[in-house]
């Protein structure tokens, strides 16, 4: 587990040329395009249940388009890079995987610095990070050239110093808890093209079992 606290795993070339093609045709053809939203701490700390999401391009100006007419090809490239990249550089298993999402980022497209997987729960003894959905890995694929193709746009983990320029085919992977802090940084010019996913991983405690430990060593009923 310590290794995967501590890397952030980059891999090169791991779309063809030609698969990159078919998504990003895919995604430039689509007519469907919707904003991406938000984790909201403050009103799934008020709910007794069920997160809570919300649209705010101060923190996120992303858009998605439906993954339908190529689902078969993500599936397959999704199960490809866990098999033989993810599992073999962790030295672990993954369980499962949300459905993957693909963004676009125009220009004045940007993330704010935020955790995947993590918010700050108002617990009895104070503030304190705790899963706010199932997603242990986070995957990015990048589908276009940072500097080349657009402007800006780079994925950047501050508190760790870290900075990637987005490179056609590269592959990002890393744990999506509060020690990886990230963001994307505002694109100036062009568009950017990305996919990103988020991952189950076996030996990982659920959101549930976490929520169940919180309640037990509280006193309390943890749900959200």
């Known amino acids: ?51 809570k999401w919300r649209t705010d391009k101060n923190i996120r100006n992303t858009q998605t388009v439906p993954i339908e007419p190529i689902y078969s090809g993500l599936k397959e490239l999704l199960f490809h890079s866990v098999k033989n990249i993810v599992n073999q550089f962790y030295g672990i298993n993954v369980l499962d995987g949300e459905l993957p999402q693909l963004l676009i980022y125009k220009p004045g497209g940007h993330y704010r610095p935020h955790v995947d997987g993590e918010a700050l729960w108002n617990s009895p003894d104070g503030p304190i990070f705790k899963k706010s959905v199932d997603r242990d890995l986070s995957m990015i694929f990048f589908l276009n050239d940072g500097g080349k193709d657009f402007e800006g746009g780079d994925l950047i983990f501050p508190e760790c110093g870290i900075r990637i320029r987005p490179e056609k085919g590269m592959l990002v992977c890393f744990t999506s808890n509060h020690y990886f802090l990230h963001g994307v940084e505002p694109v100036t010019k062009g568009t950017r093209y990305s996919i990103v996913t988020w991952l189950t991983v076996q030996g990982f405690a659920s959101l549930e079992k976490q929520n169940e430990k919180l309640s037990k060593k509280y006193n309390i009923k943890v749900e959200n």
């Open 1 to 51: 587990m310590n290794k995967l606290l501590s890397n952030i795993l980059i891999e090169r070339n791991v779309i063809s040329e030609q698969g990159i093609k078919e998504i990003v045709s895919h995604i430039e053809n689509s007519s469907e395009i919707s904003d991406l939203s938000v984790f909201d701490p403050e009103k799934t700390n008020k709910s007794s249940k069920e997160p």
